[in-house]
Nanobody, 127 residues
Framework: QVQLVESGGGLVQAGGSLTVSCGVSGRTFSSYAMGWFRQAPGKQREFVGAMSRSGGITYYADSVKGRFTISRDNAKNAVLLQMTSLKVEDTAVYYC????????????????????WGQGTQVIVSS
């Protein structure tokens, strides 16, 4: 069983930065590709970014490309989402997720590919 716990959410002004983290329990963290998703009030959950289990490949939604960065620390069983130049429209609950994918270089932008999810952390960007 794998458990994911997000932390680091909060209130930030537009143009600011914030890093949210995801701690992953279990000894097989390095076996999972990781993804970040978000859900704003009244909207469907949307893909933010993903990283292969090798850590060598990242993929981002166009809406966050160039502003958000995913990194992972396999020694600490953690994945980070660094967010810069935040916009009001980035306001959402942010979720991390873990996926068992065949290739070490694989990643996915589909929620259905992910086996485990965290409970989410709220990010509010004020104008």
């Amino acid at each position: 069983q794998v458990q994911l716990v997000e932390s680091g959410g909060g209130l930030v002004q537009a143009g600011g930065s914030l890093t949210v983290s995801c701690g992953v329990s279990g000894r097989t963290f390095s076996s999972y590709a990781m993804g970040w998703f978000r859900q704003a009030p009244g909207k469907q959950r949307e893909f933010v970014g993903a990283m292969s289990r090798s850590g060598g490949i990242t993929y981002y939604a166009d809406s966050v490309k160039g502003r958000f960065t995913i990194s992972r620390d396999n020694a600490k069983n953690a994945v980070l989402l660094q967010m810069t130049s935040l916009k009001v429209e980035d306001t959402a609950v942010y979720y991390c997720a873990a996926a068992r994918l065949v290739l070490s270089t694989s990643y996915s932008d589909s929620p259905g590919s992910y086996n485990y999810w965290g409970q989410g952390t709220q990010v509010i960007v004020s104008s």
